[in-house]
């Protein structure tokens, strides 16, 4: 009977440290030691940046597209990089897909590129039926196993959070992210200002 109360102790220790661990996972805010490593400072409303002076390269994201052909981050060098991860599955990506789309009409002519990455949809028809249905027109890197969202730099983001949008730019290093459903307000507030920086 002693020992009942002690177990009881232990299992709600590990809880409260598996629900704390959970929340270090998704926190946006700055001051987490991967956020630091990241380079990301917490902005408002969401969306993170990082200093022209503190920003990495981007990983080396490839793979096949929701139609079969090969997509790489490299074949759009010189250009602002929107890359979208998500999912049929998603509905907050529901929410956003169309204002994406709209965001990516607006800047396509501007030298902007999105990419998406579909994660965790086990069959690629479910993908296609939600870009048809959503009316998405850019590509979108098949992943369901997550391989392509793991190269990304440990801090840069949660594979468990998605939507997330990283942008990249275009010297090819992480500018941007959100980690939460996007309105084309909040694209707008991520790329004037890299649109405005000098091609250097």
């Known amino acids: ?3 009942t109360p002690r177990f009881r102790m232990a299992a709600l220790l590990t809880a409260a440290a598996a629900v704390l661990a ?3 996972c998704s926190s946006t805010g700055s001051g987490g030691s991967g956020d630091a490593q990241a380079g990301f400072v917490s902005g408002s409303g969401g969306l993170d940046t990082v200093p022209v002076a ?3 390269p981007a990983p080396a994201i490839s793979g096949t597209d ?5 997509q790489a981050l490299s074949d759009y060098a010189g250009k602002i990089v929107v890359i979208n991860i998500w999912g049929s599955w998603c509905s907050p990506c529901r929410e956003e897909a169309k204002g994406l789309e709209q965001s990516y009409e607006k800047y396509k002519d501007q030298g902007v590129q999105f990419l998406g990455i579909n994660t965790r949809d086990t069959d690629p028809t479910n993908a296609r039926q939600f870009e048809l249905n959503q009316g998405i027109s850019y590509p979108s890197i ?3 196993d997550g391989t392509q969202i793991l190269k990304f730099p440990k801090g840069a983001l949660n594979p468990q959070s998605v939507p997330t949008t990283m942008v ?4 090819g290093r992480l500018a941007a992210r959100a980690m939460k459903p996007l309105s084309t307000y909040d694209l707008d507030a991520m790329l004037t200002p890299l649109l405005a920086e000098q091609h250097s």
Do not use: F, N
């Open 66 to 70: 929701l139609e079969g052909k090969q």
């Open 142 to 144: 098949y992943d369901p």
């Open 54 to 56: 503190a920003r990495k």
């Open 1 to 3: 009977m002693s020992g």
């Open 168 to 171: 990249v730019d275009r010297q």
């Open 22 to 24: 959970l929340a270090g």
